[in-house]
């Protein structure tokens, strides 16, 4: 007779991991597969649609690209604050208020600036914007216990609130039919690589951002993030602060949060409107949720998160060319990734624990 | 049991052992922490499988594959821990191990528990719920439960762990009542006075192997040290007296709230000086883990003062307490004081990475933190894979050794150490109080907080009493004895006993 039994592996190996994270992703796609097939398409068909979407062409990957700079930013900013347990789900409105300072930095800034330096001060005001935002989650964690996954979700609406009343108020430029603000300057518009989106000023910026990250790890600021995220009761003990390790780490993320509104204003809309933070667009939430998915997906780690967010914006795009061309509807797509994430973050369980089999176990 | 072998990766935790026990006598199963004793109870009681061996009961040939089977078999464990609903009362909980009744399980084995109880002394009121039962009487709900159910082979590991000394003395005279009725005990202990007390024979393992068994009486306590540690033990640290320097620690008037908001220490008042060792007793729970914690910034002083070389700490942060050289050995050596997750070098530079040489403004210095572990690894006789194991992978006696690496290596003025020795084998102890005295010579206070009486008074210049918050007496620990200090810890003042 044969017995199974499971144990926990002490330190996974890297090629282990990597081999676990490719299985996961083939057995979501079957399963994804079965989905497509009841709903009676091919789905090597549509898989190969998919694929090319994303890098099957110049435009497709330009496209892919474009996405991951939000989820970039905001993907590294979360790796670190979950890495210190900082729950910050606020991404999405942290990222409005980075937006909204943004515009109205370039909008109604009562003096001139030369235009590098006026496009350099709404990336600055956007990053203390966020931050700020992020800020008042830790400070009431400190001060009232504030849970700091329903402090920053709530105040995800009242971004969105704040959004909606100046669009259709005090923002909103006369003439146009939609609630929008007046254009942005064209100096105050981030260029573009020819013939894409991609604003590349702020792709400097999120590579930037993962250089620094990967330094961190080396800091007396990332040994204390990863102190207090392993174990807090450790961490106090050893007289760092909870209070300036969470702190720390919301700033940084909600101001890198912050920093992606403004790259999708000056870069991609040229404009204030609703959906700046990508919620809205074809049924995918806001950049902000599904960057919780990428730090997730890159194990919280600043490289990881770095491919996490090129993956993801991948499976994003891709899914525009399936649902163009194919008439698979986006929902399908949104399926499909959840089925990626699900059996991602299982293996990463899975890979954990390892199965030993016993002869005879009596 | 015969030949009983059991592998886990990496380890041989049993190695052909045989083992016996007869009806009406108690076995002693004596051996360092990670010799093997509790895995080798585990397969008697069905919790492990064995690789290979046998087991045979009243000669009989038997498999047991669960908990369940032993229990059938008559097989009784007392666990370390108790496992028991707080909420429900004694009669519920042994109800819920014994009873196959579905509504009101408690009533039918009260009358069950009343007659047991009485037979063999184990006084308890059955409608007592478990929060309000202190450790010994929680212990008893646990043999009470193992008998209801019908054991005559009673497995205890390790049941004097957080007894007081009257305790334990009443826990031995039932076990005794108990063996002269022909029940077979087997008691898993690390402890050589116990081993020699209560035993009628002793088995003693190392390392997975069985080193002997004898009947006891023919085993000196140095002897079954031997075969348990492999070599000479000293049992007597050597003491010197030294001179005493200035007074390091004040406190003056503490009241500190515990996590119920309840008042945990009061008006506790105490001093220490350069090269002397209080030692705080007491029984478990009685304010000592509360009164370490403001005393390390890690819990709010209500009341009084805390005066650290003159100057007042008094709420300052932890921080400021390892700004100034206190060094601290936490009670709970795990989940405080290290991070497993991290690795043995990172876990040595936990308190202090702020400073020279391990950073400098911004940025780590990766050699120096390997040269410190190097070092320290060598010279605390640390055994780990390598530096860069994650420190889960230690064992509780390096895990402890890490600890006093790191704590004491940067001279502290004060040095608090909760339960040090506390479920460490006697290699590890020795060294570990060897590291105490050696600091206490190089002119460190040292505030010494156990509940193993023999350690407070062999290692303590000064012993402080506390119960229920409060302190019954501070004496010299050459003026008191054992019975007194007993008397101490359950309530009475000094002031009424000498």
Request: glycine share 10%; net charge positive.
């Amino acid at each position: 007779m044969l017995g199974l039994k499971i144990e926990k592996r002490v330190t996974p190996s890297l090629w282990l991991e990597l081999g676990i994270s490719a299985l996961s992703i083939v057995i979501a796609l079957l399963v994804g597969s079965l989905l497509l097939w009841t709903q009676g398409f091919d789905p090597l068909h549509i898989y190969l649609t998919l694929f090319s979407g994303v890098f099957g062409s110049f435009s497709a990957l330009a496209e892919t690209l474009t996405k991951t700079i939000p989820l970039l930013l905001i993907g590294e900013g979360l790796a670190l604050a979950f890495k210190a347990r900082a729950w910050n789900i606020g991404a999405p409105g942290q990222m409005i208020i980075g937006a909204i300072t943004g515009a109205g930095v370039a909008l109604f800034l009562p003096f001139d600036l030369p235009a590098p330096a006026h496009v350099a001060l709404m990336f600055m005001a956007g990053f203390a914007a966020g931050a700020g935002f992020a800020a008042i989650c830790a400070f009431l964690n400190n001060r009232i216990g504030l849970d700091m996954v329903i402090g920053t979700l709530l105040l995800n609406y009242v971004a969105l609130k704040l959004l909606l009343y100046l669009l259709y108020g005090p923002w909103r430029a006369p003439g146009i039919g939609f609630p929008y603000t007046a254009p942005l300057p064209a100096s105050l518009c981030l260029p573009t690589l020819a013939g894409t989106r991609i604003h590349y000023p702020t792709l400097i910026i999120g590579i930037a951002v993962v250089l620094i990250f990967v330094l961190l790890t080396r800091t007396k600021l990332g040994y204390e993030v990863r102190v207090f995220g392993e174990n807090p009761a450790a961490a106090s003990y050893a007289g760092i602060s909870s209070f300036k390790i969470i702190m720390s780490v919301m700033i940084i993320s909600g101001g890198l949060a912050g920093l992606a509104g403004v790259g999708e204003v000056a870069g991609i809309h040229h404009v204030l409107k609703q959906g700046v933070d990508g919620a809205g667009l074809a049924y995918v939430s806001s950049y902000g949720y599904t960057a919780v998915i990428v730090a997730w997906l890159g194990r919280r780690s600043a490289l990881g998160s770095a491919l996490a967010a090129f993956f993801i914006a991948g499976i994003l795009t891709g899914g525009h060319g399936v649902q163009l061309i194919e008439g698979v509807p986006y929902a399908m797509v949104t399926a499909i990734l959840g089925l990626i994430l699900i059996s991602l973050i299982g293996g990463a369980i899975l890979s954990q624990y390892k199965i030993i089999m016993e002869r005879n176990p009596r | 049991m015969r030949g009983i072998t059991k592998r886990f990766p990496g380890v041989l935790a049993n190695d052909h052992i045989d083992f016996d026990v007869k009806a009406g006598e108690i076995h002693a199963l004596l051996g360092e922490n990670g010799a093997g004793k509790t895995t080798l109870m585990n397969i008697l009681y069905g919790l492990y499988k064995p690789d290979e061996g046998e087991i045979r009961i009243h000669g009989k040939k038997v498999t047991i594959r669960s908990p369940k089977d032993a229990i059938d078999l008559g097989i009784g464990m007392v666990h370390q821990l108790f496992k028991q609903v707080p909420r429900h009362t004694v009669a519920e909980n042994i109800a819920l191990a014994s009873s196959s009744d579905f509504f009101f399980p408690g009533s039918k084995v009260k009358e069950k528990i009343l007659r047991i109880s009485e037979e063999f002394g184990l006084k308890i009121d059955p409608d007592a719920e478990i929060w309000q039962l202190s450790a010994a009487e929680r212990q008893k709900v646990e043999i009470l439960k193992v008998l209801c159910r019908g054991a005559e082979i009673l497995i205890l590991d390790e049941p004097t762990s957080t007894l007081t000394p009257q305790d334990k003395r009443e826990l031995f005279s039932r076990l005794k009542e108990m063996k002269k009725k022909g029940y077979a005990i087997i008691f898993i202990t690390h402890k050589l006075d116990e081993v020699l007390e209560i035993s009628d024979r002793v088995t003693v393992l190392r390392k997975g192997k069985k080193v002997k068994t004898l009947p006891t009486s023919e085993a000196t306590k140095r002897s079954l040290a031997m075969w348990m540690v492999g070599r000479e033990v000293l049992f007597r640290v050597k003491k010197k007296t030294v001179k005493k320097g200035e007074t390091v620690l004040e406190v003056k008037k503490l009241r500190v709230l515990g996590d119920k908001g309840e008042t945990a220490v009061k008006e506790v008042s105490f001093s220490i000086r350069e090269r002397e060792i209080l030692g705080i007793a007491g029984i478990g729970g009685s304010g000592q883990r509360e009164l370490i914690e403001a005393l390390t910034g890690l819990r709010k002083v209500e009341e009084g003062e805390v005066i650290l070389s003159g100057k007042d700490m008094t709420n300052a942060s932890p921080r400021k307490f390892v700004d100034a050289a206190v060094a601290y050995i936490p009670e709970q050596r795990i989940e405080v004081g290290i991070v497993p997750t991290m690795n043995v070098k990172e876990n040595l530079i936990l308190k202090d990475y702020r400073v020279p040489p391990f950073s400098g403004r911004v940025f780590l210095n990766h050699v120096a933190i390997s040269r410190n572990a190097q070092e320290k690894i060598s010279r605390y006789n640390v055994i780990t894979p390598s530096p860069d194991s994650p420190a889960s992978l230690l064992s509780g006696g390096n895990i402890q050794r890490l600890i006093l690496a790191r704590e004491t290596s940067s001279e502290p003025k004060l040095l608090i150490a909760a339960y040090p020795t506390y479920g460490l084998d006697v290699g590890s102890i020795e060294g570990i109080r060897g590291l105490m005295l050696e600091q206490r010579r190089k002119k460190s206070a040292i505030l010494l907080v156990s509940e193993d009486l023999d350690e407070i008074m062999m290692m303590s210049d000064r012993i402080a009493v506390i119960y229920e918050g409060k302190i019954m007496g501070i004496v010299d620990a050459d003026k008191v004895s054992r019975e007194e200090i007993g008397l101490m810890m359950t309530g009475t003042p000094w002031s009424e006993i000498s």
